[in-house]
């Protein structure tokens, strides 16, 4: 039988929306987990002001100067369950791993970084800005911090006046920036940051090189938190880029030199709407220290609403994190209805996705070719890998954090995930604990292998 003109007409349009190519997924298994505790803190550098040796003091409605004195929770949104930690903290917390670079030091150790502090421009003026090398040790279970550097600005290199400005070292804070994405390329760290959203070049000791706002089609990108933006501003027409939108992403492209740097969420279109599910992508060349004028997009799975890294394995395949704003195991989720979420999880975990991508692969739209991915939330463990007090009461092992935004390729076949805690605002793996900064090493052959 001869289908009507309806039912041909509904499938032709049902093969333009469909994806031109499709996604495979593959499984993941757990072959290493390590650990740094979520309450590790460090002291500033000696030359540092006296006000950033007591970190945290602005998260409440009043400026509290007495340590330890009010409790942290993950809001009302996730349940209000207390994370056993309290604000203000003495000395900077290392918490917060947002990025991992692809290339690593000599010794091997990987550098990752801190964002912003305390989760947004208001509350963390006294928010060290840090990058690290850190460790992590599969076989006892740990990750040792071998260095810590700091970012000062004393060539006075950022284009706006900085928290610290009548400071002789200058120290950056989590009111000048929020760093979500960082590289080493040719002895220099580069951070991808989202208040501008801008790109950051940094000597290895720290100081700001140079700093470079994000051009898109010729434009500029603002952000409710951009340097000269006035809020109420209009969105999408005053400034395109969500709050905590920006480069949560910025994978370094062996062999060229290019930046590929990603949003966190979509782009904001006039009356405040986002232009779709997807996410910009826009190339910068380090060589020439300038946006080359590319870009592309990413395409956001459905239920996903941000991604949390991203990394390139060769020359064109890259891997990407896409995310759900969801917390916890899904196993534990409040019922429906209920008032008492005490014991619950409201948001839990639907959606933690590393993906598979191909730049080399992209559609007359732009879009980058989604090859496969592999689920977070379904991890096999059967050699009991998980460390104690980590693992599930039953079923797979699972990654259930708010932000994971750390993911990196260790060899052909394993690839290394960590997770942001937000300190002190975060669960995900017990309620009623802060979240430690878990490093997982995954083997995930098919997936490393797809084309």
């Known amino acids: 039988m001869r289908p009507s003109t309806a039912t041909a007409m509904a499938v032709a349009l049902a093969a333009l929306a469909a994806p031109a190519f499709a996604e495979e997924t593959f499984p993941a298994t757990l072959a290493g987990h390590a650990l740094l505790p979520a309450f590790t803190l460090i002291a500033p550098p000696a030359d540092a002001p006296r006000d950033l040796w007591v970190s945290g003091k602005f998260t409440g409605p009043a400026r509290n100067d007495q340590p330890m004195s009010v409790a942290g929770d993950v809001g009302k949104a996730y ?10 903290f003495l000395g ?27 989760g947004t421009k208001a509350n963390s003026p006294d928010a060290m800005l840090f990058f690290h090398r850190l460790a992590p040790d599969f076989a006892t279970g740990k990750v040792t911090r071998l260095e810590t550097v700091f970012l000062r600005d004393p060539d006075r290199r950022v284009p706006f006046r900085i928290a610290n400005e009548g400071t002789d070292s200058r120290y950056l804070t989590g009111a000048d920036f929020d760093p979500e994405s960082i590289q080493f390329h040719d002895g220099t ?13 940094v000597a290895p000791d720290g100081r700001i090189l140079s700093v470079h706002r994000t051009k898109l ?35 370094l492209q062996p062999g060229t030199g290019l930046l590929w740097a990603m ?67 899904a196993a534990r989720a409040c019922a429906p209805g ?16 590393i993906v598979l991508v191909d730049t080399a692969s992209v559609d007359d739209q732009g879009y980058i070719r989604r090859v496969a991915h592999v689920n977070l939330l ?42 942001d805690n937000n300190l002190p605002f ?22 490393l292998a797809a084309r």
Not at 94 to 112: E, H, I, Y
Not at 378 to 405: N, S
């Open 263 to 329: 949003l966190e969420k979509p782009l904001l279109a006039e009356g405040g709407k986002t232009e779709g599910d997807f996410l910009r992508v826009m190339t910068f060349d380090t060589a020439a220290g300038d946006w080359t004028g590319d870009s592309y997009r990413f395409r956001l799975s459905e239920g996903a609403t941000a991604i949390g890294d991203f990394n390139f394995i060769d020359a064109t395949r890259a891997l990407v994190i896409e995310r759900d704003n969801g917390e916890g195991d």
């Open 79 to 88: 349940g209000n369950h207390p994370t056993g930690l309290s604000l203000p």
């Open 92 to 118: 900077q917390s290392v918490q917060g791993m947002s990025g991992l670079a692809m290339n690593r030091a000599p010794d091997g150790s990987w550098f990752t970084l801190t964002d912003n502090g305390f």
């Open 338 to 353: 209920s008032d008492d979420w005490s014991a619950c999880y409201p948001q839990p975990a639907k959606v933690k996705n």
């Open 378 to 419: 379904d991890i096999a463990d059967p050699e009991g890998k998980a460390l104690p007090a980590h693992k599930p009461a039953e079923g797979p092992f699972t990654f259930p954090f708010f932000t994971i935004e750390n993911v990196a390729r260790v060899d052909e076949t394993h690839i290394l995930v960590a997770n």
């Open 189 to 201: 760290i580069w951070i991808g940051e989202e208040f501008g959203p801008s790109l950051l070049r």
């Open 426 to 447: 975060s669960g995900g793996r017990e309620i009623g604990r802060a979240a430690d900064n878990e490093f997982i090493l995954l083997s995930v052959p098919e997936l």
């Open 217 to 251: 089609d010729g434009a500029t990108l603002s952000g409710p938190d951009s340097p000269g933006v006035t809020v109420p501003a209009e969105p999408g027409k005053g400034f395109q880029v969500q709050r905590s939108g920006g480069y949560e992403g910025m994978g």
